[in-house]
Each structure stands twice: as C-alpha cells, then as structure tokens.
C-alpha cells in the first residue's frame, strides 16, 4: 500500500501564503500524477491542482495565477505553493497519487488523510 506524510496546513490571515507538502512512500514503482483536493465544510471535495510525471498541470479556475503545484518524481513528493490566500480556500487539504504498485499492471489512486488550512478575514 501507499503510506502518506502531509505537512504545511496552517492558520492565517488573508493575504497570506502556506506551502503544503506531501510525501507518497510503499511499494510504489511509478506515480502518474499526484495532486491536491480540498474539501470546505458543507461542500463537496473539489480538485485543487494536478501534475504529472511529464510536469503538465493542471488547475481549479479558482487558484489559477495564486497556487502552483511542483513535484520530485524521484521522492514521491507533491508540493502546493499557495499565495494570496482568501477566506474561500478555507478547506482540508488531501494528498491524491495515482500510483502503479510493485508487482501490479495498473494504476489506482491513492488518498493522504488531509491537512487544514484555515484563512482569516
């Protein structure tokens, strides 16, 4: 299986910036892409950011321009770069890889149990 430390889930006012990171560790022989999902209370998980091996991204029109996303292929690791926070970002931070395990043929996705990141007006 696929074990997950999060870090970089923090309070602070808005304006401000955090750095979430994420290490996916196991049996692992390839990830394809890891990303961020957040949830926010009474609302649904929604995708934050993606990236793939290659280094394509992908982005929520709602942090386009305020969040970037960075991974090491080599380390499993997934980063999220968030500035000029709102209140609206307020949310559990999750950890998504859709890994490829030793002795498998195919991917499946994986989840990290999440990191809140809470903004202040």
């Known amino acids: 299986q696929v074990q997950f430390v999060e870090s970089g889930g923090d309070l602070v006012q808005t304006g401000g910036s955090l750095r979430l990171s994420c290490a996916a560790s196991g049996s692992i022989s390839f990830c394809y892409a890891m990303g961020w999902y957040r949830r926010a209370p009474g609302k649904q998980r929604e995708l934050v950011a993606a990236i793939t091996s290659g280094g394509s991204t992908n982005y929520a029109d709602s942090v386009k321009g305020r969040f970037t996303i960075s991974r090491t292929n080599a380390k499993n690791t997934v980063y999220l770069q968030m500035t000029s926070l709102k209140p609206d970002d307020t949310a559990l931070y999750y950890c998504?890889?859709?890994?490829?395990?030793?002795?498998?043929?195919?991917?499946?996705?994986?989840w990290g149990q999440g990191t809140q990141v809470t903004v202040s007006s």
């Open positions: 998504n890889a859709r890994c490829v395990l030793a002795g498998r043929t195919g991917p499946d996705d994986y």
